[in-house]
Nanobody, 113 residues
Framework: QVQVEESGGGLVQPGGSLTLSCAAS????????VAWYRQPPGKEREWVGD???????THRESVKGRFTISRDNAKNTVLLQMNDLKPEDTAVYYC???????WGRGTPVTVSS
């Protein structure tokens, strides 16, 4: 059974950094587009960015220059490096394997002083 799991969330001060990881079992992430989403408190889930099998990345405008998506194929993971975090980045972050639409359960990120 395919399992997708996010990790790396936590509490960070504004201007700080976190790296989230999306790991999967029973599926090779390098073969799929993998997307990151987030759901801020009281709001709808929104797309953050994604990475193609070839490594092309796209990001929502509000995180461009601050967030970077990359792959670690040796570990079968996709990473979301988040720098210069702002309070409005507070959300539960999810990854999705696009196509079969496998979702993880999310990891919470809180940006607060």
């Amino acid at each position: 059974q395919v399992q997708v799991e996010e990790s790396g969330g936590g509490l960070v001060q504004p201007g700080g950094s976190l790296t989230l990881s999306c790991a999967a079992s029973e599926i090779l992430l390098r073969l799929y587009r993998v997307a990151w989403y987030r759901q801020p408190p009281g709001k709808e889930r929104e797309w953050v960015g994604d990475i193609t099998p070839g490594g092309t990345t796209t990001h929502r405008e509000s995180v461009k220059g601050r967030f970077t998506i990359s792959r670690d194929n040796a570990k079968n993971t996709v990473l979301l490096q988040m720098n210069d975090l702002k309070p409005e980045d507070t959300a539960v972050y999810y990854c999705k394997v696009v196509g079969p639409d496998f979702w993880g359960r999310g990891t919470p990120v809180t940006v607060s002083s």
